[in-house]
T-cell receptor, first 114, second 116 residues
């Protein structure tokens, strides 16, 4: 079984400032890691994923994340946020024996202000 | 392709009543998943289908919950004798086969259930 911990429940940030959302995971087997974004009253949209290969992955809307196996982390970053990035962000993990069954973190609410 | 559709978007029901939600996946997707999301939490896996076969159910899916996908297309999730603790967003997702984890996995907008 795996678990996912998002260390910040809410992150306030000014427009055009950088943001980092922290995610740690635990698993006894290899994991695949994902970041999803959820806008109000909408479903989840995939931002990026790490399956294998390069530990730095780039996603949509200027987001990127780095997989760090030794620290069991998968932090999400964006160098300059926009008002439209205000949303809830979820880190998720899955393993080869849990195809399609994601373990989600509790989410981080990002609030971007002018 | 209109994505994953869920109906209704919102449902308010009285405690003890039965409710049924519908999910229409992307047409060529063989796999369909149900998740539940309570306020302030991430989604939790409930169950999934491959075509019409229900392959796994979470312990979260009590006897009051039942899901079907009779012809391998749309799916329904029924909750009998609703309780206030059932209030949540119910999310549906689908993916194609062969299925790589996270590949082509698409969520619907969810059905928000409020039990009063």
């Amino acid at each position: 079984a795996q678990s996912v911990t998002q260390l910040d429940s809410q992150v306030p940030v000014f427009e055009e400032a950088p943001v980092e959302l922290r995610c740690n995971y635990s698993s006894s087997v290899s994991v695949y890691l994902f970041w999803y974004v959820q806008y109000p009253n909408q479903g989840l949209q995939l931002l990026l994923k790490y399956l294998s290969g390069s530990t730095l992955v780039k996603g949509i809307n200027g987001f990127e994340a780095e997989f760090n196996k030794s620290q069991t982390s998968f932090h999400l970053r964006k160098p300059s946020v926009h008002i439209s990035d205000t949303a809830e962000y979820f880190c998720a993990a899955a393993t080869t024996d849990s195809w399609g069954k994601f373990q989600f973190g509790a989410g981080t609410q990002v609030v971007v202000t002018p | 392709d209109t994505g994953v559709s869920q109906d209704p978007r919102h449902k308010i029901t009285k405690r003890g009543q039965n409710v049924t939600f519908r999910c229409d996946p992307i047409s060529e997707h063989n796999r369909l998943y149900w998740y539940r999301q309570t306020l302030g939490q991430g989604p939790e896996f409930l169950t999934y289908f491959q075509n019409e076969a229900q392959l796994e159910k979470s312990r979260l899916l009590s006897d009051r919950f039942s899901a079907e996908r009779p012809k391998g297309s749309f799916s329904t999730l029924e909750i009998q004798r609703t309780e206030q603790g059932d209030s949540a967003m119910y999310l549906c997702a689908s993916s194609p086969q062969p299925d790589r984890v996270g590949y082509g996995y698409t969520f619907g907008s969810g059905t928000r259930l409020t039990v009063v």
